[in-house]
């Protein structure tokens, strides 16, 4: 089951989605290190292997869900 990750940045209008394969627990770990550092950055692998990096002196929140495996239609 994929997770998705929703990704707040300062100053930008839109928010990333990154739907990964990794865990909940995974993403937080690797979300609390980053932040253990002013000047961390933030990396998480999406499922088709595309990396995003943001620095978490620009985070302005991070939300971890889960997916729907199998979604059709128009996402909330």
């Not at 994929?2 to 100053?11: A, L, Q, T, Y």
């Not at 990794?22 to 998480?44: D, I, Y």
């Not at 929140?61 to 889960?66: N, Q, T």
Request: zero cysteines; proline letters at 1%.
């Amino acid at each position: 089951m994929s997770v998705e990750v929703k990704i707040g940045v300062r100053n930008v209008a839109r928010e990333l989605v990154v739907d990964t394969d990794e865990t909940s627990e995974a993403v937080s770990a690797a979300l609390t290190e980053a932040l253990g550092s002013e000047t961390g950055v933030f990396s998480l692998t999406d499922a088709k292997g595309k990396v995003t990096l943001v620095p978490v002196a620009n985070l302005a929140y991070v939300e971890i869900g889960r997916s729907v495996t199998g979604q059709v239609g128009f996402r909330s």
